[in-house]
C-alpha cells in the first residue's frame, strides 16, 4: 500500500539506519517498526516498558554493564 506519512526527526533517523543496515527500503523498515512496536504494545503490559529515544525495552531490574553488551554482542555475532 502506499501512503505518505510525517515522521518526527528522530524516528525518521532510526528507520533510515534500520533500511541500511538490513539493506531494505524505508517502507520496509517502517512496516517493520510499526509491527514491532504493535507487537511490544499487545504482548506486554504498558508499565513493563521504557520508552529511550532510539528503541523500546523492557524493564529490568539489574544494572547493564559492559561486560553484559560485550557478552550479549558475542552471543549475536555482531
Same mark, same amino acid.
Given at each position: 500500500?502506499?501512503?505518505?506519512?510525517?515522521?518526527?526527526?528522530?524516528?525518521f533517523?532510526?528507520? &533510515?539506519?534500520? %533500511?541500511a543496515?538490513?539493506r531494505?527500503?524505508?517502507? #520496509?523498515?517502517?512496516?517493520?517498526? $510499526? !509491527?514491532?512496536? *504493535?507487537?511490544? &504494545?499487545?504482548? %506486554?503490559?504498558?508499565?513493563a516498558?521504557?520508552k529511550? #529515544?532510539?528503541?523500546?525495552?523492557? $524493564? !529490568?531490574?539489574? *544494572?547493564?554493564?559492559?561486560?553484559?553488551?560485550r557478552?550479549?554482542?558475542?552471543?549475536?555475532?555482531?
Amino acid at each position: 500500500m502506499r501512503t505518505t506519512l510525517t515522521l518526527s526527526d528522530d524516528a525518521f533517523l532510526i528507520a &533510515r539506519q534500520l %533500511a541500511a543496515q538490513d539493506r531494505v527500503s524505508l517502507g #520496509k523498515a517502517v512496516s517493520r517498526l $510499526a !509491527r514491532d512496536g *504493535a507487537h511490544m &504494545r499487545t504482548h %506486554a503490559p504498558l508499565e513493563a516498558i521504557c520508552k529511550s #529515544k532510539y528503541a523500546i525495552l523492557r $524493564a !529490568r531490574a539489574e *544494572a547493564i554493564t559492559p561486560e553484559h553488551v560485550r557478552r550479549l554482542m558475542d552471543e549475536e555475532e555482531i
